[in-house]
């Protein structure tokens, strides 16, 4: 039995599980939130501790949540999360590290430079180009207007 395209379409669409939009933004929200304050956590015990202000704090931190996302995409566990949490894993930096190590593991049977190191940035690269053509435009827009990035 053939179907066209407009059949199939049909078909699939009564086959198709319901999503409940409402819990999806839900979950999302609390892990994305959850990430959040975790981070905003190391933040304050960099601060608490280690004796710096709020701005050294900053990279240290993102570095520890880069670290703890990477670990716990190689055990496994960050991508149950991301399946259950959905984009709230995947908007914070915590999910731009999983991507790529995600890749990277996917990949490390095929080597480390055609393997990992050309694949990890297929998912990630188009980011990382956004980000630095939009910093560009963005201190060309500063410079043009001479406020310096202030």
């Known amino acids: 039995m053939a179907l066209s395209a407009k059949e199939y379409k049909a078909f699939a669409k009564t086959r198709e599980p319901s999503r409940s939009i409402g819990f999806n933004c839900l979950r999302a929200f609390l892990v994305g939130g959850a990430i959040c304050a975790f981070g905003q956590l190391i933040q304050n015990l960099f601060v608490a501790y280690m004796g710096m202000n709020k701005t050294e704090a900053s990279n240290p931190t993102v570095a520890v949540l880069i670290l703890l996302s990477v670990i716990l995409t190689c055990l496994g566990?960050?991508?149950?999360?991301?399946?259950?949490?959905?984009?709230?894993?995947?908007?914070?930096?915590?999910?731009?590290?999983?991507?790529?190590?995600?890749?990277?593991?996917?990949?490390?049977?095929?080597?480390?430079?055609?393997?990992?190191?050309?694949?990890?940035?297929?998912?990630?690269?188009?980011?990382?180009?956004?980000?630095?053509?939009?910093?560009?435009?963005?201190?060309?827009?500063?410079?043009?207007?001479?406020?310096?990035?202030?």
Not at 83 to 94: C, H, R
């Open 77 to 150: 566990v960050y991508d149950k999360l991301a399946q259950w949490a959905g984009a709230g894993s995947a908007v914070p930096v915590t999910g731009f590290a999983n991507s790529m190590a995600s890749a990277a593991l996917e990949h490390r049977s095929e080597g480390l430079v055609l393997g990992v190191g050309g694949n990890m940035f297929k998912l990630a690269g188009s980011v990382i180009v956004f980000g630095t053509v939009a910093a560009f435009f963005v201190g060309i827009v500063h410079w043009i207007l001479g406020t310096g990035g202030q």
